[in-house]
């Protein structure tokens, strides 16, 4: 199938040292593709260059062949929820409304096309009776619902997703995979990124194991393989039995830079031994939570 | 009664003045939407102080006092703008630096012109009741650009001030929207001067807008309260000038203090009296 969404030798640099270094992707249209690595890898940096917020030293990003900037909303970021003023006088139909502002411009008035885009965002997220309420007043499941809505608002060809399960309870992760499910049906490309392997490799399609450069891309059976998990989070990898446990909670490099990323990577991640199972050790253990 | 309130105005000083008040009400409270929503309280207040230099130079050199203003408080903007930019001072230190720089040169400058001039103390503490025609054509024209440029600028502003990451996504410029900002504030604050005064500006810009938002949940409504409780304060404080013979801008800026404490204490919701009763109602409960 033809690739939709193409990243092409994507270089980003901090200070000199490389965030991402000649990261390539080519992911089919509608794939569902979770981006793993470990602190710093240049998860959120990936996203940010891929909506234009970084400008890489070297690479491109092509949608439909195209660079993002020359299309309207091809692509929609969600980034994590610590980048927005709770406080602000704008209620929840305002937030969604914003998605259509890309097509708006400065002064055209939302015409019935933006309402109905806007009103099947909040349907799609349940939370449409919230619609006028002031988003200070939501709680923390229903206000990243209300940045998802926006993003669909948008109607974009590919949806960012950076950290989406992180902070979020058992039931609201799997209301969201649910979405993520529902999305298949508008053939909307996704990218997720997350450091719950066992999402990742049960969930995806596609997975994607980051460390500033590309790790492995593939199917998830053959991208969380011992080596590539080693390759990837080094001494951070524990294999106990038929289960990898990965130690996030003591970064010793913070390569993202941007001074976002300092919230999200405290905890265990856990993952199925791929490499393990295949093997014939599995003790029934495998992608369950370490003690 | 009737008597008592068109007393003041019968003096066509006094019609100006209430004309100028009232445009000045209006044009710091909308623009001061922004100013609370933005944190930009300090910014204000420093810009005010920092047309200082520029009036004195205006004073020495006998050109207009407003005209010195405006290009003070547009270089000072574009200063922080610059200095803020490449990140490698913090915005508030910027506005520190440049604020008590600006703030010396002015008296620097004032004390060197030998005597102080009364037309220099009214810049300081305002001075409405000496607004002129002239005047009041400059503040008009400025005023009701100002408000133009917010009306047109709506969505980039609540964009660029909410979530710049949307903006920038969705291919807008947000840091030069930020820049159109603080030059709008520089000419509002200039607009301002004759009326409040450079050390009284910051007040007028930040208290109607703080008020409003215990007041409202949504921007437009927020702004639209603001601009009421602005103008109110401004033909309030006028007329308790005028009765009580004291200084007209402190007079207009302690009436919107006044509505503030108001606000702060019996907002529906927000005030400090209605959460002490939700508080109640739910212990009890």
């Not at chain 1, 609201?172 to 450091?195: C, F, P, Q």
Request: aromatic letters at 6%; hydrophobic letters at 50%; glycine letters at 10%.
């Amino acid at each position: 199938m033809k690739a939709m969404l193409v990243v092409e030798g994507l270089t980003v640099r901090y200070d000199g040292s490389a965030a991402l270094d000649d990261v390539s992707l080519e992911v089919p249209h509608g794939a569902q593709v979770a981006i793993v690595g470990p602190n710093g890898a240049g998860k959120s940096t990936l996203f940010k260059a891929m909506v234009g917020l970084l400008r890489p030293q070297r690479g491109r990003v092509l949608v439909h062949g195209r660079a993002p900037g020359d299309q309207t909303d091809p692509v929609a970021y969600v980034p994590q929820r610590e980048e927005i003023d709770w406080r602000f006088p704008v209620t929840v139909a305002d937030v969604v409304m914003m998605g259509r502002f890309g097509r708006l411009g400065a002064l055209r008035r939302p015409q019935a096309a933006d309402r109905e885009a806007v009103a099947k965002a909040l349907d799609e997220l349940s939370i449409a009776h919230l619609a006028r309420r002031p988003i200070g007043e939501l709680s923390g499941g229903q206000q990243q619902r209300v940045f998802l809505a926006r993003a669909l608002a948008q109607e974009p060809h590919v949806l960012l997703l950076d950290e989406p399960f992180t902070g979020v309870d058992a039931t609201a992760k799997e209301a969201l995979l649910g979405l993520l499910e529902a999305l298949r049906a508008d053939d909307i490309t996704v990218l997720v990124s997350t450091h719950d392997m066992n999402t990742a490799a049960t969930r995806f399609e596609l997975a994607a194991l980051l460390n500033r450069r590309l790790v492995a891309y593939g199917a998830p059976d053959a991208v969380f393989t011992r080596e590539h998990i080693g390759a990837a989070y080094g001494g951070q990898a524990l294999f106990v039995g038929g289960a990898v446990v990965v130690d996030q909670c003591c970064p010793g490099h913070e390569g993202d830079g941007a001074g976002h990323d300092h919230a999200e990577h405290h905890g265990h991640g856990v993952a199925p031994d791929r490499a393990g199972s295949n093997g014939g050790h599995g003790h029934g253990t495998a992608g369950r939570r370490a003690p | 009664m009737i008597d008592w309130l068109t007393e003041p105005f019968a003096l066509a000083f006094m019609q100006r003045a209430l004309v100028a008040a009232v445009i000045v009400g209006l044009v710091c409270s909308v623009l001061g939407c922004y100013v609370v929503l933005r944190s930009m309280a300090f910014l204000g207040d420093a810009l005010a102080h920092a047309v200082l230099p520029g009036i004195a130079l205006a004073y020495l050199a006998g050109v207009d006092l407003l005209l010195g203003a405006l290009v003070t408080a547009l270089l000072v903007a574009l200063g922080i703008g610059f200095l803020t930019r490449h990140g490698t001072v913090r915005e508030d230190t910027a506005i520190g630096i440049l604020f008590a720089a600006a703030l010396s040169l002015g008296v620097l400058l004032i004390s060197s012109a030998g005597s102080y001039a009364t037309d220099l103390t009214h810049i300081l503490f305002g001075d409405v009741l000496g607004v002129s025609t002239t005047d009041l054509w400059l503040t008009g024209g400025l005023a009701a650009g100002v408000l133009l440029a917010v009306a047109l600028l709506y969505r980039e502003l609540l964009l660029a001030s909410f979530d710049p990451v949307l903006a920038h996504t969705l291919g807008r410029r947000p840091r030069l929207v930020l820049l159109a900002l603080l030059l709008l504030l520089a000419l509002t604050i200039v607009v301002s001067l004759q009326t409040v005064g450079v050390g009284l500006v910051a007040a007028l810009l930040v208290t109607p807008g703080a008020t409003a938002s215990l007041l409202t949940r949504r921007l437009p409504a927020m702004m639209a309260v603001a601009a009421a409780i602005g103008v109110a304060s401004s033909v309030v404080g006028l007329y308790l000038s005028y009765y009580l013979d004291v200084a007209s801008g402190a007079a207009i800026v302690l009436t919107a203090t006044a509505a503030f404490v108001v606000a702060f204490f019996f907002a529906p919701r927000r005030g400090l009296v209605w959460r002490r009763l939700g508080e109640t109602r739910a212990a009890r409960a």
